[in-house]
């Protein structure tokens, strides 16, 4: 496998490439400009890239040509998981989308639920959602990296599919594998801004009660930033 590649990822990207399985094809669903394809080439992986619209899929063909790489890639038009054949690919990462799209996706190709396959995620929202739904999904969480980015902070998730379905904390949803992580105080800050403003959308009641509570557990966290 290459040792320097030309191609710079931001902190996001990069997180997700570390999670990945060397020698394992990867699918880079909703590729848009093609960085992350073209490196995850120049690393040596079998890649193949998708995304729902034709004009950033060009985008990605002109990046990777640029890279030299465009003949070690598939790009392909088309839904989340849905122009790949099931078992085609071992792993696959899906950045910058909502948690509900993610699930969507991974819901629509249920191939993926084998055991083994990995997922690397950067969802641009909802992140404790996705936490929640992957484990019920029986997705175990391996690792995750708060990162911050654009002055906004985000979690990139990695979990494998073992097949056991899990009812996890709220505790767990809220953070997960973060604490103690570099950037996890951002990301508890940014997690109980969040929460605050759905406690003020809500009426009173166990669910308020509970978010409360797990508010409270947030605040009282003594993590670095």
Same mark, same amino acid.
């Given at each position: 496998?290459?040792?320097?590649?030309?191609?710079?990822?931001?902190?996001?990207l990069?997180?997700?490439?570390?999670y990945?399985?060397p020698g394992v094809?990867? @699918?880079?669903v909703?590729c848009?400009?093609g960085k992350?394809?073209? +490196?995850?080439?120049?690393?040596?992986?079998?890649?193949?890239?998708t995304?729902?619209?034709?004009?950033?899929?060009?985008?990605?063909?002109a990046t990777?040509a640029?890279?030299?790489?465009l003949?070690r890639?598939?790009?392909r %038009?088309?839904?989340?998981?849905?122009p %790949?054949?099931?078992?085609?690919?071992? $792993?696959a /990462?899906l950045a910058g989308?909502?948690?509900?799209?993610?699930? $969507?996706?991974?819901? @629509?190709a249920?191939w993926?639920?084998?055991?083994?396959?990995?997922?690397?995620?950067c969802?641009a929202t909802k *992140?404790?959602?996705?936490r929640?739904e992957?484990?019920?999904? !029986?997705?175990?969480?391996?690792?995750?990296?708060p /990162?911050? @980015?654009a !002055?906004?902070? +985000?979690?990139?998730?990695c979990a494998?599919y073992d097949g $056991?379905?899990r009812?996890? *904390?709220?505790?767990f949803?809220?953070m997960?594998?973060?604490?103690?992580k570099?950037?996890?105080?951002? %990301?508890?800050?940014d997690t109980?801004?969040? %929460?605050?403003?759905?406690?003020?959308g809500?009426s009173?009641? @166990?669910e308020?009660?509970?978010?409360?509570?797990?508010?409270?557990?947030?605040r009282?966290l003594s993590l670095?930033?």
């Amino acid at each position: 496998m290459a040792t320097s590649n030309p191609v710079r990822l931001d902190a996001r990207l990069s997180a997700c490439a570390g999670y990945l399985r060397p020698g394992v094809p990867v @699918a880079d669903v909703g590729c848009d400009h093609g960085k992350l394809t073209a +490196y995850l080439a120049l690393q040596g992986f079998a890649v193949v890239g998708t995304d729902i619209h034709a004009a950033p899929l060009e985008t990605a063909r002109a990046t990777c040509a640029a890279a030299g790489c465009l003949d070690r890639v598939s790009l392909r %038009l088309g839904d989340g998981l849905a122009p %790949l054949a099931p078992g085609e690919v071992g $792993q696959a /990462v899906l950045a910058g989308i909502s948690a509900a799209t993610i699930l $969507q996706i991974l819901d @629509a190709a249920p191939w993926v639920r084998t055991p083994g396959f990995r997922l690397a995620l950067c969802p641009a929202t909802k *992140t404790p959602l996705l936490r929640r739904e992957l484990a019920r999904r !029986g997705f175990a969480l391996l690792d995750e990296t708060p /990162v911050v @980015a654009a !002055g906004r902070c +985000y979690a990139v998730l990695c979990a494998e599919y073992d097949g $056991q379905p899990r009812q996890p *904390t709220g505790e767990f949803c809220l953070m997960g594998l973060s604490l103690g992580k570099n950037h996890a105080g951002a %990301l508890r800050d940014d997690t109980a801004c969040k %929460l605050e403003k759905q406690i003020r959308g809500m009426s009173p009641g @166990a669910e308020r009660e509970e978010s409360l509570r797990l508010l409270d557990w947030l605040r009282s966290l003594s993590l670095p930033d």
